[in-house]
């Protein structure tokens, strides 16, 4: 007789790692390092703190496959007695709300530490000092994977030797240094870019590189909401009942005090809509009942969108400076789009082109792409952002390739829709789609505008070469029917040479945008 057993969340990640973005050597290094800096990132940005991150790769001299990994952050630290499960427990952690953040699933940072217990059977050793604690704390754990609980090793407190808080993760495990290099630059320099205001150093075996960081103004950050009417299922609407205090709290104010933008009048409407009666209980609803309340809730045309007070976008003046400082255009505009929604999921679109300077050029643009300020590196060809750059005739906009063209999309939600638990890859939601193109068209104008006025510059330039080649012939000509003498003609001609250059490098000047 066949036998049945369950598989705890830690055990069914150990077995299917690939899942979770662990294929192999090299990306699970990339992975294990991503996961880190974007909690270290999260750990600061979201309260105020300007990012100091600290990322050092080392190799063990004996087997270069066994590769260090220790990520150091200025964040506000890790609850002491918190730290076992947060590193230890899949599925636990501080994001199971509705507010734009890097990690979702609650996954990747223990993922990292089970994939590490088996390629090397080594433990992660955590350091932290919460903000405002006289306390520091250090740990050796594992997970139990049957289980899936922390097991500590060792632990040991103590009183801060110096004023400081934050975070320090180190995790040794089987990995290609070699073949993930590369991925790893580049996802350290695109975090550079989309945290203009983070200072990063990367210390490999190879090289210290330091991006320092170029203002100290940091986005807003996002708000805990509510969920909207659209977003809900049965599930969820069970589970929000559970949590309720009190069971004679009545249909109409179950709607108004827990879903985002539900009026009085908006509720009544709605459950007048549906067929419900405003003042039956809660307790009372059957199975049946909250199939056809979620149906409803999907439905209804009558809602309003969500606010965008969970969203934290950066902002078209912190996207220019982020894209100034890694990819040093001589032009660049950016803009960010109104909050838009799908699915009752808020979401802002953010876009950024930049043209010239040290952009190597390219048969197309050279797409960068961030979701919730993470950079997405891997299955760019499925990307919906590759989708409608490449649907754009680029000629409307003056570029002819090979062109030094960079295009920026930066898109935040309370829930990113992407293809995958690898998170690399965002779906073709058709509200996102529109919002792209119109983000990608509207600061392609702005390129189009400076293009013009570059090609208008260059044409005077050429004429000013024309004109001065002749100039003397000109003027000795003029000499000998006028009895002018040449020099004082020479002068009058060179005034005119220079108004007419100047005329057009006034209107660049004047009406030009981006850097140079």
Not at 31 to 41: G, H, K, P, Y
Not at 323 to 331: D, G, Q, T, Y
Not at 406 to 420: D, E, L, N, W, Y
């Amino acid at each position: 007789m066949e036998r049945f057993r369950g598989l705890s969340p830690a055990e069914f990640f150990h077995r299917n790692r690939e899942v979770a973005g662990f294929a192999n050597p090299a990306r699970a290094l990339y992975q294990t390092i991503r996961e880190l800096v974007e909690n270290s990132l999260d750990a600061t940005e979201n309260h105020g703190i300007l990012p100091v991150i600290y990322v050092e790769v080392q190799q063990d001299p004996e087997n270069e496959n066994r590769v260090t990994v220790i990520v150091a952050d200025n964040g506000i630290g890790i609850p002491l007695h918190e730290v076992p499960n947060v590193f230890g427990r899949v599925f636990y952690g501080s994001k199971y709300v509705i507010r734009q953040s890097r990690g979702v699933f609650g996954l990747g940072v223990k993922m990292a530490v089970l994939y590490a217990q088996m390629t090397t059977g080594k433990p992660i050793y955590v350091r932290t000092a919460p903000l405002n604690s006289p306390v520091e704390g250090e740990y050796y754990l594992q997970i139990d994977i049957s289980r899936n609980i922390p097991h500590v090793l060792r632990a040991r407190f103590r009183r801060k030797d110096r004023d400081w808080h934050g975070t320090v993760v180190k995790l040794t495990l089987e990995g290609s240094w070699l073949l993930a290099k590369k991925r790893i630059l580049e996802y350290i320099k695109r975090t550079a870019l989309i945290t203009p205001y983070a200072s990063i150093r990367l210390k490999t075996p190879e090289e210290d590189i330091k991006f320092k960081r170029v203002t100290r103004k940091l986005p807003e950050p996002p708000s805990t909401g509510l969920y909207h009417p659209r977003g809900v299922d049965i599930e969820v609407l069970k589970e929000m009942l559970r949590s309720l205090n009190s069971n004679d709290i009545t249909l109409h104010e179950f709607l108004v005090k827990n879903f985002e933008g539900v009026g009085e009048k908006i509720a009544l409407d709605f459950l007048s809509w549906a067929g419900f009666d405003p003042g039956k209980k809660v307790k009372d609803l059957k199975s049946e009942d909250l199939e056809q309340l979620a149906t409803k809730m999907k439905a209804y045309e009558g809602w309003r969108r969500p606010r965008p007070y969970t969203l934290s976008p950066l902002g078209s003046q912190l996207l220019e400076e982020g894209v100034k400082r890694i990819l040093s255009p001589e032009f660049v505009a950016a803009v960010s789009r109104p909050p838009s929604s799908y699915g009752g999921h808020p979401f802002i679109v953010e876009a950024a082109i930049a043209y010239g300077g040290e952009i190597p050029p390219g048969d197309s643009p050279l797409l960068l792409r961030f979701a919730n300020r993470m950079p997405l590196l891997y299955d760019e060809g499925v990307d919906v952002s590759r989708k409608i750059v490449d649907s754009i005739d680029w000629s409307i906009y003056k570029v002819k390739f090979p062109a030094p063209l960079a295009v920026v999309i930066h898109i935040c939600s309370t829930k990113i829709p992407f293809k995958g638990v690898g998170k690399e890859a965002i779906a073709d939601v058709p509200e996102i789609e529109r919002e792209l193109e119109i983000a990608v068209r509207e600061i392609s104008r702005e390129l189009r505008l400076y293009l013009s006025r570059l090609e208008r510059l260059q044409e005077a330039r050429r004429k000013e070469v024309i004109f001065r080649k002749y100039m003397k012939e000109v003027a000795g000509a003029l000499s000998y029917i006028t009895s002018i003498r040449e020099e004082e003609l020479l002068l009058k001609l060179e005034e005119l040479v220079r108004g007419e250059l100047g005329k057009v490098s006034f209107v660049e000047e004047g009406n030009g945008s981006g850097s140079e």
